[in-house]
């Protein structure tokens, strides 16, 4: 498969905290792994933000979970492109994994440009 872009982040979200995998491919050629969780209080959200700017993370994906993403999306979307996927078409994809790993499977998905459908949040829903 075709990698798309060098370094991306998949967020999976929950109510009460979000787990972020950061995927970057390293000079070697090897896939890097880094996952934080934060809570999903307005400074946990600006410290994951900080992360992604620290890190120079490109494109960032989430599903669309309840309302869960629209804090998440407001917070990133003004300092880097954030993908928002309808999360029923990320599930129906071949290979999914459990819980713990989602995070990781749509960094993956978008790594290899795979993702699923993206939503355009200020075109479909009123913020």
Same mark, same amino acid.
């Given at each position: 498969?075709?990698?798309?872009? $060098?370094?991306?982040?998949?967020?999976?979200?929950?109510?009460?905290?979000?787990?972020?995998?950061?995927l970057?491919?390293? %000079?070697?050629?090897?896939?890097q792994? $880094?996952?934080?969780t934060?809570?999903?209080?307005?400074?946990?959200?600006?410290?994951?933000?900080? =992360?992604?700017?620290? %890190?120079?993370?490109?494109?960032?994906?989430?599903e669309?979970?309840?309302?869960? =993403?629209?804090p998440?999306?407001?917070?990133?979307?003004?300092?880097?492109?954030?993908?928002?996927?309808?999360?029923?078409?990320?599930?129906?994809?071949?290979?999914?994994?459990?819980?713990?790993?989602?995070?990781? =499977?749509?960094?993956?998905?978008l790594r290899?440009?795979?993702?699923?459908?993206?939503?355009?949040?200020?075109?479909?829903?009123?913020?």
């Amino acid at each position: 498969m075709h990698v798309l872009p $060098e370094r991306c982040r998949g967020l999976d979200l929950h109510k009460k905290f979000v787990v972020a995998c950061l995927l970057a491919i390293g %000079a070697d050629g090897t896939v890097q792994k $880094e996952v934080r969780t934060c809570r999903t209080m307005t400074t946990d959200l600006l410290a994951l933000a900080a =992360w992604r700017s620290q %890190a120079a993370c490109g494109p960032v994906v989430m599903e669309s979970t309840g309302s869960y =993403w629209r804090p998440v999306f407001n917070r990133l979307a003004g300092q880097c492109e954030v993908l928002v996927v309808n999360a029923y078409h990320a599930k129906a994809m071949p290979g999914r994994k459990p819980e713990v790993k989602d995070a990781e =499977w749509l960094a993956d998905l978008l790594r290899h440009g795979r993702h699923a459908r993206e939503l355009h949040p200020s075109a479909t829903y009123a913020t």
